[in-house]
């Protein structure tokens, strides 16, 4: 079957997942989730990265705080729009996850947005938060790795204390899942090209 065709098929309903994970996530504010996507969801999303003609040099900061800053992040983003099956199944999988943290842990999430990025070999991201303090509306980050990255391109997350917690090597399909304000972290220069989709779930105000 062509892969688009296996991607458009309806999912059996799954019984009722038990999200092991929930635990960890919970006294931690981190997991890691080995092998969460799907196969052929995962080849889909790495092939639709790969012919992305319009990734552009990542930025940081907003509004007029907006700036190209090539010493602190190399990657090449694009937004994910929902245009391909493979997209929307993507984002339905994290809408899960948020019905989850919510109904868990009363997070009150109110949306997700996620970009696939591309890092080339030299390619880096300084050690950053995501979010300032829990008032941001970058509430919890989602990294989902497309590839396999075997030289460099590791992700390093920190505690509080600037101590090392992790070096995690890019596998193809697992998803981190951490507090977006309480964990400083960086990509190391990867020697392979390395794909991935970042993704914060948010937590916005309601416009009165
Ligand atoms: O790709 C990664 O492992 C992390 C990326 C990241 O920290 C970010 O985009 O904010
Ligand atoms: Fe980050």
Redesign the pocket.
């Known amino acids: 079957m062509h892969a688009v065709d296996a991607l458009l098929q309806p999912q059996p309903s799954l019984p009722e997942q038990p999200a092991t994970w929930l635990p960890s996530f919970e006294r931690d504010g981190l997991v890691v989730l080995p092998n969460y996507l799907a196969t052929d969801l995962c080849l889909t999303l790495l092939q639709e990265v790969q012919q992305q003609v319009e990734l552009t040099p990542a930025a940081i900061g907003r509004g007029q705080q907006r700036q190209h800053a090539s010493d602190i992040r190399r990657d090449k983003t694009c937004w994910l729009d929902g245009s391909t099956v493979a997209q929307q199944r993507y984002m339905l999988e994290l809408n899960a996850i948020q019905s989850l943290l919510n109904r868990h842990f009363f997070l009150g999430l109110t949306g997700y947005e996620c970009h696939f990025a591309h890092y080339q070999p030299g390619d880096f991201?300084q050690t950053?938060?995501?979010a300032f303090n829990q008032q941001a509306s970058r509430q919890v980050?989602s990294?989902c790795y497309l590839n396999d990255v075997q030289d460099g391109g590791e992700l390093v997350v920190y505690n509080e204390h600037h101590t090392e917690l992790m070096r995690l090597p890019p596998r193809a399909g697992s998803l981190i899942l951490f507090e977006?304000s309480r964990f400083p972290?960086q990509v190391l220069p990867t020697r392979q090209d390395r794909y991935s989709i970042?993704g914060w779930f948010r937590r916005d105000e309601a416009l009165l």
Request: net charge negative; no cysteine.
């Open positions: 991201y950053h938060l995501d980050t990294v977006s972290h970042a």
